[in-house]
């Protein structure tokens, strides 16, 4: 079955510039994270999603990053002004509730990997 | 607090050794302990997983090491192979309503032949 894809695979953009990251997850998971991996570094969290509502956007590091999600399902990730400190490897993750609505194995796309020049 | 310390940062390993990675924690809340596996250009995929209130979990060859009282676990891998070199990562849950993990800073394992 399709797992989570995530587009596009690379962009490069220049200091300034807004971009859109994009993230189908699996059909019928209700859950919905965004991370950033940074060289050499872990998985840094940004933004869950349950449903279309996100009630942890702690992660977030500035107010220049934003994120929806419509339908249940594609979320967009966005940044304004990007800087050269924003270029990393954007992954998106999907779960869904198993057995007693406990949620626990996190299923990731292949990232969009960020340059901003 | 929330941090989940990772090493060694690289890891060169001979076809047929054990390779060995070690984590540990500050927030003894945490309550689910798992390992991804990510390969160059794929996210990161669940390898093993394990609670708190078990102190080993063996997966074919790999096996996780929990030590609930040093605060502190482990990746094991047994006749470690080529296809095993990748990036891992451990990762912990912090309680409450949904699957928030916090990962380590990941360890690039080489497998040689």
């Known amino acids: 079955g399709a797992g989570v894809s995530q587009s596009p695979s690379n962009k490069v953009t220049e200091k300034g510039k807004d971009v859109e990251l994009r993230c189908d997850p699996i059909?019928?998971?209700?859950?919905l994270y965004w991370y950033r991996q940074s060289l050499g570094q872990g998985l840094e969290f940004l933004i869950y999603?349950?449903?279309?509502?996100?009630?942890?956007k702690s992660g977030l590091p500035s107010d220049r990053f934003s994120a929806e999600r419509t339908g249940g399902s594609v979320s967009t990730l966005t940044i304004q002004r990007t800087q050269q400190e924003d270029s990393a490897v954007y992954l998106c993750?999907?779960?869904?509730?198993?057995?007693?609505?406990?949620?626990?194995?996190?299923?990731f796309g292949p990232g969009t990997r960020l340059t901003v020049t | 607090q929330q941090q989940v310390k990772q090493s060694p940062q690289s890891l060169i390993v001979q076809k047929g050794g054990i390779s060995i990675i070690n984590c540990a924690y500050e927030?003894?809340?945490?309550?689910?302990f798992p390992w991804y596996q990510q390969f160059p250009g794929k996210g990161p995929a669940l390898l093993i997983a394990?609670?708190?209130?078990?102190s080993e979990k063996k997966e074919g060859r790999f096996t996780i090491s929990f030590n609930k009282s040093a605060k502190q676990f482990s990746l094991h891998i047994m006749d470690s192979q080529p296809g095993d070199s990748a990036t891992y990562f451990c990762?912990?849950?912090?309680?409450?309503?949904?699957?928030?993990?916090?990962f380590g800073a990941g360890t690039r394992l080489a497998v040689h032949p």
């Open positions: 993750a999907s779960s869904s509730p198993g057995a007693g609505g406990i949620t626990y194995e996190q299923y």
């Open positions: 990762a912990a849950k912090v309680p409450g309503g949904y699957n928030k993990l916090i």
């Open positions: 059909s019928g998971h209700t859950a």
């Open positions: 394990i609670r708190p209130d078990v």
């Open positions: 927030n003894t809340a945490f309550d689910y």
């Open positions: 999603f349950q449903g279309n509502s996100a009630p942890d």
